[in-house]
Structure formats: C-alpha cells, structure tokens
C-alpha cells in the first residue's frame, strides 16, 4: 500500500528547471554502477558498505565523506523509482521559483539535515542505528517537499493510494497532502515502525522549511494572481481562474504543523540530554596492513553482543579482521597483555565451512570487558579467492599489521550523537520560526 502523487494543477514558469535533472542523472548513473553486478535490482553490498552511512563510523573523520555520497546511493530498483519521481514531480516548480543555485543549497543542506535528524534520534530509535547503514536521497528530496509547502500551500494535487494493487484517487491541497505525509514520518519514527529511517525524513522536511527562510523565492507571488488562458501541463488541462485562497498556510494546518514541530525539537533536546549517558558496547578499529611500500588503512567495528558488525571495505584489512575474528582472538582474558602471543593452527572460515592456515607472531592486549583493544606484528595466512563461483586458496601470504581500538565507543553519545541533536534542535527551532513568522511572506499560491 502507498500513497504518491499523479498530477497537480499548476501552471507554467518564467524560470527552468535544470538542477533536478542533473540530480535525477547522477542519482541513476550511480545506481547503475553499484547495482550492475545484482542485474541492476539491488545495489550490491561491497557500494553499500563503501558509501551508505554508518553513523559510528564518523567518529573516525576519514569516514565524513559518507554524509554526501549515501545521498546517492539507493537500496533496490523501487527506492530510486520513487525517489527520483518525487523529485521530479515537486523539485521542477521550486528550482524554477529559488533559482538553480539556492535550490542545489537547499537540497544539500536538507540531505545533510537527514542525516544529523538520524544520528541525533538515536536515544529514541535504539543504539542499533549507529551500525546499521542508511542510504538514499530521501532526506534531500523531503527538504524539497518541505519548500514546496510553503511555496505552494494551495496548489492542488491529485494523489493515488493504492491498496494492494487497486488504486483510489482523490485530488487535495498540497498543505494537506504534505502535512499528512510529515506527520506520518514523525509518528512512525516514535512508534519504531519499520526499518525505515523515518527522522531521517522528518529532518530533510524540516531543514527545507528552514532554509525556505534563508533562500527567499525569485518570483514575486503577484505573479500568480491571475491565469490568463487555458493551457497544458503535465498531461492537464487547467481552467484559468482567479485566486480567492488565504494567503500562506490556513490557521488549523498551521497549528497541525508547529505542533509536529515541538514534537521533533522535543526529541532533540531529549537526546541531548540521554546522549550523554548512553552506553553501545561497541569499538571501533583502526586497521593498518603493510602491503609492499605501501600503508593501507581502513576501519572496523566490534560489538561485544554481537561480534564484529562492520569489517573494512579494502581487502588487505578485510583479510586481516576476518582472521583474528574467525580465530576467536577478538576476546580474551580481561586486563591482559601478551607481548610475544604465538597462534599457529588451522580455522574455519565463514565461506563453505572452508579451513585456512593462520600463524601469528604478534603483541595481543585485552580490556576489563575481554575485547581485544590492540594487535600488532606478522600474519601469515591463507587468502580465499573467489573466481566464477570456484574458490581458489593462495597459500601462506604474509601480512604486517596493526588493529588498534581508536575508542571504546562509551562515549559515542557526547561525540556524536549529542552534537548532531543540538543541531538538530537549532534547525527545527529556525524551522517554528520560519512557518509562524514568514509563511505569509514565502508563498506562492
């Protein structure tokens, strides 16, 4: 079941949209690249785990980078469907009101705002959210909706909710349609309905309507007042008429909406305030492996629950966590240190009950809680290759390594989760500010 937008009375504009299309190419050239290997159904898991966002992982600054390019990337063939449809369907009329450089502002900051809103949340959705990656342009295309409802109140749109495959139609204002589907996401996101990250959603809505406030539309709303002709939109013929609507939001979806509002900046400050003492369990690697000249790095998550939750994306590393990991060598005895620890025997790999050879020469160190924190020395071990679905085993590659517990992530609610909240409660603040105060000065029609 789903409810999507199939048409809107609307009318032509001076200004072009160039952007979106910009946006909606990059979006599915990026697809294609990360979904070729899955015959373009899903996108496979070495993109995902290389670009989605894995909120722990920014505790480690060479991982930021995934604040952008999770924007691009998305789960299945459907999710980019519905994704660049929404933008195309909403995102044309509010670049061509901003203007092509205020709308690319807009749309960034509200991916940006998506994900602080996910991080920040934390406390109420379960600690689970730090490992789990998200990804996609939801966020970015929410801050769009979110414009658009300030802009365009009182535009009419025809929705389609299809219940299993049949489909009941009904045309409403888009301040009703757009509110509706606001308040959906915020109540989803308390109730813990899903695997979808609903705040994520909450948060590029409401960065749009914050940024609204900043980027002050390009076109004047006396140029709307009056529709001169019939003309074709979209595959509508709309009737010119004149516009005897209030201006800016009604008095009750106004209300409807400040109210979603305080929900979201009570959750911010609710977070705050819990951020500090939430505890995860979890610690985060950095991962070294000497390969020839050269240094490869990359990073790695260890839950005590749960046993390693995130291995490191490039092969060396990889080879290396999965080794220790499989060796059952990331638990020890608790406060100790082994400066000359010895392992020579064969394991079982995760892959077809497969046992490699692995010899170990290295310093091993264990916390209070048992979880190895530091490991340094010289690997000497099997490597598994897969080619055309046989399996290829590489005899006793050596490898110079070091696997170092960066922080125990204890402290992940001061170091994350708190300041992404306080940002998160800075722009729902400027957001109440923007519908109650300006509402009436940014719309359109």
């Given at each position: 079941?789903?409810?999507?937008?199939?048409?809107?009375?609307?009318?032509?504009?001076?200004?072009?949209?160039?952007?979106?299309?910009?946006?909606?190419?990059?979006?599915?050239?990026?697809?294609?690249?990360?979904?070729?290997?899955?015959?373009?159904?899903?996108?496979?898991?070495?993109?995902?785990?290389?670009?989605?966002?894995?909120?722990?992982?920014?505790?480690?600054?060479?991982?930021?980078?995934?604040?952008?390019?999770?924007?691009?990337?998305?789960?299945?063939?459907?999710?980019?469907?519905?994704?660049?449809?929404?933008?195309?369907?909403?995102?044309?009329?509010?670049?061509?009101?901003?203007?092509?450089?205020?709308?690319?502002?807009?749309?960034?900051?509200?991916?940006?705002?998506?994900?602080?809103?996910?991080?920040?949340?934390?406390?109420?959705?379960?600690?689970?959210?730090?490992?789990?990656?998200?990804?996609?342009?939801?966020?970015?295309?929410?801050?769009?909706?979110?414009?658009?409802?300030?802009?365009?109140?009182?535009?009419?749109?025809?929705?389609?909710?299809?219940?299993?495959?049949?489909?009941?139609?009904?045309?409403?204002?888009?301040?009703?349609?757009?509110?509706?589907?606001?308040?959906?996401?915020?109540?989803?996101?308390?109730?813990?309905?899903?695997?979808?990250?609903?705040?994520?959603?909450?948060?590029?809505?409401?960065?749009?309507?914050?940024?609204?406030?900043?980027?002050?539309?390009?076109?004047?709303?006396s140029y709307y007042m009056y529709m001169p002709s019939w003309y074709y939109n979209g595959g509508f013929f709309v009737e010119p008429h004149y516009l005897h609507v209030e201006r800016g939001l009604g008095s009750v979806t106004k209300s409807v909406l400040l109210i979603l509002l305080a929900a979201l900046l009570t959750g911010s400050m609710y977070s705050i305030i819990a951020g500090y003492s939430m505890e995860t369990g979890l610690y985060l690697y950095n991962v070294n492996v000497k390969v020839g000249n050269d240094l490869v790095t990359d990073v790695a998550v260890y839950s005590i629950d749960k046993g390693i939750v995130f291995l490191p994306v490039e092969d060396e590393p990889r080879i290396v966590v999965n080794r220790l990991n499989w060796a059952g060598l990331f638990r020890g005895p608790p406060n100790s240190e082994f400066n000359d620890f010895v392992f020579n025997d064969m394991i079982p790999t995760m892959f077809r009950g497969i046992k490699v050879h692995l010899y170990l020469n290295s310093i091993m160190k264990y916390d209070g809680n048992g979880v190895l924190v530091y490991s340094s020395g010289k690997m000497i071990t099997d490597v598994l290759e897969i080619r055309f679905s046989r399996v290829y085993i590489v005899r006793d590659r050596e490898f110079v390594y070091s696997v170092e517990a960066k922080s125990v992530v204890e402290n992940i609610g001061s170091s994350l989760i708190v300041p992404f909240a306080i940002l998160s409660a800075i722009v729902t603040i400027m957001s109440i500010y923007v519908v109650y105060a300006k509402d009436k000065e940014l719309v359109i029609e």
């Open positions: 079941m789903g409810m999507i937008p199939v048409g809107e009375a609307g009318r032509p504009y001076p200004g072009k949209p160039r952007s979106i299309y910009f946006i909606i190419a990059a979006n599915v050239l990026v697809y294609i690249i990360t979904s070729y290997s899955n015959l373009f159904v899903t996108s496979s898991d070495y993109w995902i785990e290389r670009l989605a966002l894995t909120p722990v992982l920014l505790l480690e600054p060479s991982q930021w980078y995934r604040l952008l390019t999770c924007m691009f990337l998305h789960a299945d063939i459907f999710h980019i469907l519905f994704n660049m449809y929404f933008l195309y369907i909403f995102g044309r009329e509010v670049e061509s009101t901003l203007g092509t450089g205020k709308f690319l502002a807009l749309y960034f900051i509200s991916g940006l705002a998506a994900s602080f809103f996910h991080i920040a949340f934390t406390p109420i959705t379960g600690i689970h959210t730090v490992i789990i990656p998200a990804l996609g342009a939801s966020g970015a295309i929410s801050g769009v909706l979110g414009a658009y409802l300030l802009l365009f109140p009182n535009r009419r749109v025809t929705i389609c909710w299809f219940m299993w495959i049949i489909p009941w139609c009904f045309t409403t204002l888009a301040s009703y349609y757009l509110i509706f589907w606001f308040a959906l996401q915020v109540v989803y996101g308390y109730a813990r309905l899903g695997s979808v990250a609903f705040f994520a959603h909450a948060g590029g809505f409401v960065a749009g309507i914050a940024s609204l406030g900043l980027f002050k539309p390009r076109i004047r709303p």
